[in-house]
């Protein structure tokens, strides 16, 4: 069908790389997509969900736990993960460091996986607090996330990490035979300015050059503005941005590796809006904050992915 010329040519998150952008609805299944005018046709037709990119959940439980409540928790989700189908979904929780061995115990022999929050820049030596990629490793460790927001910009904890830390980061744990999933994501002033993609391409060119087994690297998408503050991106907004990076990922590293790479969607993510979310098509699963502290609104969100 022809094209119709929509409104704006800004995007849901200021100006727009894909400048004039027009609206148009796929023959297949009648979706509104956006595209350039200079190539005014519809990407491709995908289905909801491309076999070649399994779910990636994450439950970061943050600075929350003891040890009790912390085997209590993941003894809860565990039990209901294996009553679930999840071949197609893989589902982690991340305690604090503290906590990472004893649930680990916990959910030995379960479909539950166990992910850090962190990892040094560093290899072992006098870094002190620091926990390093061969540690977790030899502790049985497989994931880590890298990059949180909250590592990144906090005023609170003082981190700031870098563009160039959370590189060295990525080097180290992929090194060591870690899998990561690396944050991306603006702040709500950069949002404001119009200013996201250009964000975004910025970190992930930082760390792009860094990795050295893309199988093993996944990215979440989390807008700094919808973390803890009750605010999400619409599924449009996020698929917008999500259908962006990966994009940008063909033109910069392969068209491969953006086809295989898992992007999750990270900022207020609970059982309401996550089946919502997860039936775009560049979303491939969710780094889950809150929602994971209780094992029914976790299960739910498992439940929405699979259904």
């Known amino acids: 069908p022809a094209p119709t010329r929509a409104r704006s040519s800004q995007s849901h998150f200021g100006s727009s790389p894909l400048l004039d952008?027009?609206?148009?609805?796929?023959?297949?299944?009648?979706?509104?997509?956006l595209s350039s005018?200079?190539?005014a046709t519809p990407p491709p037709f995908r289905p909801t969900r491309r076999m070649s990119r399994k779910y990636l959940l994450i439950g970061n439980w943050k600075c929350n736990g003891s040890l009790s409540s912390s085997g209590s928790l993941a003894k809860d989700i565990a039990e209901g993960l294996g009553k679930m189908?999840?071949?197609?979904?893989?589902?982690f929780v991340a305690p604090t460091m503290m906590h990472l061995l004893p649930v680990l115990k916990q959910t030995e022999g379960s479909k539950l996986g166990v992910c850090s929050q962190n990892v040094s820049s560093q290899p072992c030596g006098a870094f002190t607090g620091e926990v390093s990629a061969t540690q977790l490793k030899?502790?049985?460790?497989?994931?880590?996330?890298i990059g949180h927001s909250e590592r990144r910009q906090s005023d609170k904890i003082q981190s700031f990490e870098s563009n160039k830390i959370v590189a060295s980061k990525v080097?180290?744990?992929?090194?060591?035979?870690?899998?990561?999933?690396?944050?991306?994501?603006?702040?709500?002033a950069e949002r404001k300015e119009g200013k996201t993609f250009a964000v975004l391409e910025e970190q992930i060119k930082a760390i792009k050059d860094s990795v050295s087994d893309w199988s093993r690297f996944s990215l979440a998408y989390e807008p700094l503005w919808a973390?803890?503050?009750?605010?999400?991106?619409?599924?449009?907004?996020?698929?917008?941005?999500?259908?962006?990076?990966?994009?940008?990922?063909?033109?910069?590293v392969s068209a491969e590796v953006a086809k295989n790479l898992r992007i999750c969607y990270g900022g207020s993510v609970k059982p309401k809006n996550s089946k919502e979310l997860i039936g775009q098509g560049d979303i491939d699963g969710f780094l889950v904050g809150g929602a994971s502290l209780k094992p029914d609104s976790y299960l739910a969100i498992i439940e929405s992915m699979i259904s």
């Open 21 to 33: 952008i027009l609206s148009v609805a796929h023959p297949f299944h009648g979706k509104t997509w």
């Open 37 to 39: 005018s200079a190539a």
């Open 85 to 91: 189908d999840t071949k197609n979904v893989e589902v």
């Open 138 to 145: 030899d502790a049985g460790i497989s994931w880590t996330i």
């Open 171 to 188: 080097k180290l744990a992929l090194q060591e035979g870690l899998s990561v999933c690396v944050c991306i994501g603006e702040t709500d």
């Open 227 to 252: 973390i803890g503050t009750g605010n999400t991106a619409t599924s449009g907004q996020a698929q917008e941005v999500h259908a962006h990076i990966r994009s940008f990922m063909e033109k910069t």
